[in-house]
């Protein structure tokens, strides 16, 4: 049973015709973060549609019948590896009354069976079986025409790219490297080169926003620089850094690449117009910032968004993915994921955890991040009507400013393409 | 975590040793409740680790921390990050620490385990829950007689974090 993907150019939206999206450039209207017949066609359109979504690692599962939940867009599905060690991903739903099954984070089974009625599932998501099936003493049943096959568990399309593992409710897609386009298929592989990872864990995070918010705050590197007063004050990431934004053909991915100085950002010219710069801080303990050189790359950060629900962070040593999952206009969860490699030193794997405290809801600028989300969906959703600006920098010029929006803008060209909007 | 030796005390050791460590958790909490966070390092030792960590991680095997201290070094940079570069709305939280028990001593370390939950008011919202969980201490007895924490592992329930836990557990 496969869901009808939406092609690419959807069909201009005729049910949603009071919604008219501002003529000005870079003006972002407010009601694509508050409404809910917007929220819905998202999940239409975007996360049941032609996308590719995150949904989690293979390392999650490295043994026949291990499984994880897992979420694309709102929908919960469990991704597991079946007992030809093919990963298989399918909606964590009973196809009989509709249960949501699995309600582990992780485990191992040969076989899912819904607890109420134990209709049972193989690890490739067919109905195996279903209990009274032909009634007792020749009573009750189930009728002469009712097919196992017909049950089945709605299965998506999957795909397998240096570990990280995606999928479709569209069975009709383009390969993930094509999805990705060049450039970003070149920052993906660069963490994810198939080299064996190994997880250190996971943070599961509610944020009080508009899930969109989150792919805007990873294509605006002008924040970086304002917001987070840790990156400039310890010399991470000022607006002087050699910087890029790069981005796929439809503007739907970006990466947003960072080479850090040596030493610290004292002499700084555009530190004159960062308030929060501290000049005088140092760590008591700078090694939590040491940057050990581990890949073949001249930048020492890389902020990448792949559309619709996935945040690829290379900051130092630190690799992280953040799964955005909505849950309703006004708010999402986001599933932060931190790894290294199976053959990190021991020294390497604590550099990493110890670094790590920089990200995560309780980290030095994932509070800041969370926090400001939250405060744009406050104020988005309790104020009258009035759009955003996201005006900064030009479209076309090259791609070495941070000072600009240009990947917020080209991210919603394609979404009011597929939302017809 | 490092277990002290086990109990070779006597009950009311343990009972004076207990009666201390709800003491220190008194402390504890109302210097954080108070606020003032660049005095939250004072209550470990300087080679002290500090881990706050989700109960999923914790049973998983999987060591990442909401927050990570190894040294005082680290309690310092915590500390003044929170006070001086991150960005928060303002908020009250509240403490409330039970069930201690002691779990070992061998002379100079006492293990002991205590539940705990937090309170997070904010401005214009009602009080919220921000975290439940367990705390597995380590203390060191000092040579005036009193603890310092050379261990604290707070493993919270609550492993869907709601926005953002800003000062320590
Ligand atoms: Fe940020």
């Not at chain 1, 964590?92 to 076989?111: D, L, V």
């Not at chain 1, 479709?168 to 080169?193: C, W």
């Amino acid at each position: 049973m496969t869901v009808q993907a939406i092609p690419q150019n959807a069909a201009p939206n005729h049910e949603l015709p009071d919604l008219i999206w501002p003529e000005k450039s870079g003006d972002i209207p407010d009601w694509i973060y508050t409404d809910p017949r917007v929220y819905e066609l998202e999940q239409k359109r975007i996360f049941q549609g032609a996308t590719w979504n995150y949904v989690g690692l293979e390392v999650e599962i490295p043994k026949r019948g291990d499984f994880i939940r897992s979420y694309v867009g709102s929908v919960p599905v469990i991704v597991v590896r079946d007992l030809r060690e093919q990963v298989r991903v399918f909606e964590n739903r009973c196809a009989h009354r509709g249960a949501e099954f699995c309600k582990s984070y992780r485990g191992n089974s040969r076989s899912f069976v819904c607890p109420y009625h134990h209709w049972t599932y193989d690890l490739t998501g067919k109905l195996a079986g279903v209990p009274f099936r032909n009634g007792v003493d020749g009573k009750g049943g189930y009728p002469e025409d009712f097919n196992l096959s017909d049950h089945n568990l709605r299965s998506l399309n999957v795909t397998v790219l240096g570990g990280a593992i995606f999928a479709s409710f569209s069975q009709d897609m383009p390969s993930l490297e094509d999805y990705l386009g060049p450039e970003l298929y070149g920052e993906f592989t660069t963490i994810f080169s198939g080299r064996k990872l190994k997880m250190l864990g996971i943070h599961r995070n509610v944020l009080q926003g508009n899930w969109k918010l989150y792919q805007e705050n990873l294509k605006d590197p002008y924040h970086a620089t304002l917001l987070h007063t840790y990156l400039t004050t310890f010399g991470l990431f000022v607006a002087g850094n050699k910087t890029g934004i790069v981005a796929d053909k439809d503007g739907r991915h970006s990466a947003l690449l960072n080479a850090k100085p040596e030493g610290r950002p004292d002499n700084d010219a555009s530190k004159a117009e960062i308030r929060s710069f501290k000049a005088a801080m140092q760590l008591a303990d700078p090694s939590i910032l040491e940057f050990n050189k581990e890949f073949d790359s001249p930048w020492t950060s890389s902020a990448i968004t792949i559309w619709p629900n996935l945040i690829l962070i290379r900051q130092l040593n630190i690799l992280s993915l953040r799964m955005i999952v909505p849950q309703g206009p006004n708010e999402f969860m986001l599933v932060w994921t931190a790894f290294g490699y199976e053959d990190d030193s021991p020294e390497l794997e604590q550099h990493r955890l110890r670094q790590n405290n920089i990200f995560g809801p309780g980290g030095f600028l994932g509070i800041d991040d969370n926090e400001a989300l939250r405060f744009v969906q406050d104020g988005i959703k309790r104020s009258l009507p009035r759009h955003g600006v996201a005006s900064l920098g030009k479209d076309v010029e090259p791609m070495d400013t941070v000072i600009t929006d240009r990947a917020i803008r080209s991210m919603y060209k394609h979404y009011r393409e597929v939302m017809g909007l | 975590m490092q277990a002290a030796a086990p109990n070779v005390a006597d009950k009311a050791t343990l009972r004076e040793l207990r009666a201390a460590i709800e003491d220190f958790h008194c402390d504890y909490a109302a210097e954080l409740d108070r606020g003032d966070i660049e005095k939250w390092p004072n209550f470990f030792t300087d080679d002290a680790l500090y881990r706050v960590i989700a109960r999923d991680n914790h049973e998983a095997g999987m060591p990442l921390c909401l927050m990570l201290c190894q040294g005082m070094g680290m309690f310092k940079d915590r500390a003044y990050a929170i006070k001086h570069t991150e960005m928060y709305a303002p908020r009250y939280v509240q403490h409330h620490v039970s069930l201690v028990r002691v779990t070992g001593f061998d002379g100079t370390h006492a293990t002991a385990e205590a539940n705990y939950t937090i309170l997070e008011t904010l401005v214009d919202e009602p009080t919220k829950l921000l975290q439940a969980g367990r705390y597995m201490d380590k203390f060191r007895l000092q040579p005036d007689g009193s603890l310092l924490l050379a261990e604290r592992h707070c493993i919270f329930d609550s492993v869907i974090v709601s926005n953002c836990v800003v000062f320590p557990v």
